[in-house]
Structures are given as structure tokens and as C-alpha cells.
T-cell receptor, first 117, second 112 residues
Framework: GAVVSQHPSRVICKSGTSVKIECRSL??????MFWYRQFPKQSLMLMAT?????????EQGVEKDKFLINHASLTLSTLTVTSAHPEDSSFYIC?????????????FGPGTRLLVL | SQKIEQNSEALNIQEGKTATLTCNYT??????LQWYRQDPGRGPVFLLL?????KEKRKERLKVTFDTTLKQSLFHITASQPADSATYLC???????????FGTGTRLQVTL
């Protein structure tokens, strides 16, 4: 149980285009979903926290107009990287905590590798 | 400033030995601390959670200790196997709800 999926797993796009990444909790309802970014050989950096039906809370230094987050249901959150540039190339990982399970544990998706040319 | 530090150098140990990984933090007062495993190109997988009022937690070959005075957690893998080779991340509850802040991770390599 507690499976989180992400789609796509890999994406290559041209500079200036927008990319949408989906994060789904497959067998539980997620109170909160989190979006992280991980650069090579570095740790996960939290970008934003989203709760279903409300606006996301962004971490300091993360541009909310560039990284659009929509949490439309208890099982789906999307991250859209708008006008992507090469420096946005990274590994994007989502996680979710559960209404019914312990909310202290986050269940992570497999990640999305974004390469902006 | 706030920091979560893990040994950035890889830890190489022989199969069958006990691996011990360290997580030190400063200027945090976490309600709990977690350990995750991450394989290359994959998302982290939850291993263990230990609360501020707990000294030790075990799960099969894994053991975690938490010393809030020293601001340190130790993560042990006994009878290590090559399949245990991965990066291990510690994470602290650092804000509202279930928000986590991660350490940089330590790469463990278990050789035959």
C-alpha cells in the first residue's frame, strides 16, 4: 500500500516551453502533497507544500509564478514548470502524506527527470 | 544557522559487518526524525521514524537512535548485504504538519 506515482518519468523539452508533471496517490487519499527538487549529488530541497483545494505554500526562493502547483483532488497534484530553462533541469520528486495513515510519514513518487535543452 | 549534516563521504564496508551512519543537526528541535533509503534515479523509501521522546527504534536489521541532547541520530544496519548499498537520508520534522527537511545523505557501499 501507500503507492505514489509520477508521470512522466523522464521529459526532454526545449527552452521556453512548459512542462507538466503529475503526482498521484494510487491507494490512499493524500491530505498534503509535497514537491521536491534534487540536483545531482545533493539532497532533496522542498519547493512547495500543497493541500487539496487551497493554494500551495512555496519555500523561500521558489518562484510561484514559474512553478505552478495545482492540487485538484485528494489523489492528484500537478507541477507545471513554465518557460523552462536549462537551469531548471533537475530531478523532481513528489510525496504525499495520508489522511488515514500516520501523517508523519511521507510516501514518495519515483521522480521525474527533466532535461531542458 | 540551521543545518542537518550527514557524512558526505561514501561509507564502504564489508558484507556481514554493521554499518553506522550519522546525522547531526543544529538549531532545530524536531518532534521526530526519519531515515530514508534512496537508490540512484529513484525516489526515497521510508525506513524508520523515531520520536523526540524515544531513544531507540528497531526494525529487522535496522536500528536508529536519537539523542536530542547531542542533537544526533545514528542509523545502524547489522549483517549488511550488498543489496543494502544505497544512499541513506535523514530527515527532520521542521515545521507545521509533516514538513520535512532532509540531510545531504550518505552513500553506503557494501562489498563482498
Amino acid at each position: 500500500g501507500a503507492v505514489v506515482s509520477q508521470h512522466p518519468s523522464r521529459v526532454i523539452c526545449k527552452s521556453g516551453t512548459s512542462v507538466k508533471i503529475e503526482c498521484r496517490s494510487l491507494d490512499f487519499q493524500a491530505t498534503t502533497m509535497f514537491w521536491y527538487r534534487q540536483f545531482p549529488k545533493q539532497s532533496l530541497m522542498l519547493m512547495a507544500t500543497s493541500n487539496e483545494g487551497s493554494k500551495a505554500t512555496y519555500e523561500q526562493g521558489v518562484e510561484k509564478d514559474k512553478f505552478l502547483i495545482n492540487h485538484a483532488s485528494l489523489t492528484l497534484s500537478t507541477l507545471t514548470v513554465t518557460s523552462a530553462h536549462p537551469e531548471d533541469s533537475s530531478f523532481y520528486i513528489c510525496s504525499a502524506d495520508s489522511q488515514s495513515r500516520t501523517q508523519e510519514t511521507q510516501y514518495f513518487g519515483p521522480g521525474t527527470r527533466l532535461l531542458v535543452l | 544557522s540551521q543545518k542537518i549534516e550527514q557524512n558526505s563521504e561514501a561509507l564502504n564496508i564489508q558484507e556481514g559487518k554493521t554499518a553506522t551512519l550519522t546525522c547531526n543537526y543544529t538549531n532545530y528541535s524536531p518532534a521526530y526524525l526519519q531515515w530514508y533509503r534512496q537508490d540512484p534515479g529513484r525516489g526515497p523509501v521510508f525506513l524508520l521514524l523515531i520520536r523526540e521522546n524515544e531513544k531507540e527504534k528497531r526494525k529487522e536489521r535496522l536500528k536508529v537512535t536519537f539523542d536530542t541532547t547531542l542533537k544526533q541520530s545514528l542509523f545502524h544496519i547489522t549483517a549488511s548485504q550488498p543489496a543494502d548499498s544505497a544512499t541513506y537520508l535523514c530527515a527532520l520534522n521542521t515545521g507545521t504538519a509533516s514538513k520535512l527537511t532532509f540531510g545531504t545523505g550518505t552513500r553506503l557501499q557494501v562489498t563482498l
